[in-house]
């Protein structure tokens, strides 16, 4: 099994910056790509942004131009630098890693426990 441990969620004020990151462990070859998807309070789930193994990034349209995502593979770390936040970003931040299906087999993708992001006014 894969474990994702999410962590740097905070308040900021809008305007401002944070860094999430996301941590795995276990069976990380079982994971191919990486991201964040986040979740306020009735509405639905939504992609903020993922990563390749090799690097290559993708992002929601509702935060491009203002996130970054990277991915220390040596450290199985996936980072995302989040800035000129907006009281429209607060939200449950859940990173993902996709299952690779060749090394773990059909089945559920990895989630990590949330991390709380909220911006003020």
């Known amino acids: 099994q894969v474990q994702l441990v999410e962590s740097g969620g905070g308040l900021v004020q809008a305007g401002g910056s944070l860094r999430l990151s996301c941590a795995a462990s276990?069976?990380?070859?079982?994971?191919?790509?990486m991201g964040w998807y986040r979740q306020a309070p009735g509405k639905q789930r939504e992609v903020v942004a993922f990563?390749?193994?090799?690097?290559?990034?993708n992002y929601g349209d509702s935060v491009k131009g203002r996130v970054t995502i990277s991915r220390d593979n040596a450290k199985n770390t996936v980072y995302l630098q989040m800035n000129r936040l907006k009281p429209e970003d607060t939200a449950v931040y859940y990173c993902?890693?996709?299952?690779?299906?060749?090394?773990?087999?059909?089945?559920?993708?990895?989630w990590g426990q949330g991390t709380q992001v909220t911006v003020s006014s």
């Open positions: 276990g069976s990380i070859f079982s994971i191919n790509d």
């Open positions: 990563v390749t193994n090799g690097g290559s990034a």
């Open positions: 993902v890693g996709l299952r690779n299906t060749v090394v773990a087999g059909p089945g559920y993708d990895y």
